[in-house]
């Protein structure tokens, strides 16, 4: 068995056209942008959070492989598109002669990081889902016209600036955001992200942390 390194995922013609496809897929639906940009960042923050954490070089990496390769299911649909994501992803890691179990690890993390059918149920899943779900910024926003903002692109666009990061010894996975009240309210930020919220609190909890949410320097979860 091959041992399939992050690098060569990054550099993977085929994973990258996916990438691509499934972020020209979500701008033709008026989404956000998911381009390799979201898909990186993903990994970085994921793989930070395990670091920060202790876990070990290898869960480390697999996150960061997972957090690349998330939302490649958009290039499919994206109704379902972490199960789609995660069946294409377990065809290319096999194909590139991955170990069974780390393919099984990712697969796993990719099918689980979507809030409508997808749950916390490994430390790498976990962690994908912190990364991803805390990735709300203003240049994340496709459409250029404020009048004809739906409520993700008004709460996306709001958020001037957002971080995620782990306080070990205080048990806590804080994502702290800077929102502008005029474009959106901390309330309606709550209302519209709560159930991606919820998700961040639960895999938190598998990771023996709890999670806090503060925006503009005041507590919301």
């Known amino acids: 068995m091959a041992n399939i390194s992050y690098e060569e995922i990054l550099k993977n013609e085929e994973i990258n056209t996916y990438i691509e496809m499934g972020n020209d897929v979500l701008g033709a639906l008026g989404y956000t942008d998911h381009s390799k940009a979201h898909a990186v960042k993903v990994a970085q923050d994921a793989s930070k959070i395990l670091s920060d954490l202790g876990y070990s070089k ?4 697999l996150a960061k492989i997972a957090g690349l390769m998330h939302d490649i299911g958009n290039s499919v649909n994206r109704r379902d598109h972490a199960h789609s994501g995660a069946i294409m992803a377990f065809q290319i890691l096999k194909e590139l002669q ?8 990712i697969v796993s993390a990719i099918g689980n990081h979507d809030e409508s059918t997808g749950n916390a ?3 790498i899943s976990a962690a994908i889902i912190l990364a991803d779900k805390s990735d709300v910024r203003r240049n994340r926003v496709r459409n250029k016209e404020i009048a004809n903002f739906d409520k993700h692109d008004r709460v996306n666009y709001a958020v001037l600036k957002s971080k995620i990061c782990v306080n070990k010894e205080k048990g806590i996975i804080h994502l702290d955001i800077d929102l502008d009240e005029e474009t959106c309210s901390v309330l309606d930020y709550f209302e519209i992200f709560l159930e991606r919220m919820l998700m961040c609190r639960r895999a938190a909890e598998l990771l023996k942390m709890k999670f806090k949410l503060t925006a503009n320097g005041n507590k919301v979860l």
């Open 98 to 105: 991955m170990d069974p179990k780390d393919i099984a690890v």
């Open 58 to 61: 290898k869960n480390i990496e």
């Open 121 to 123: 149920v490994t430390p």
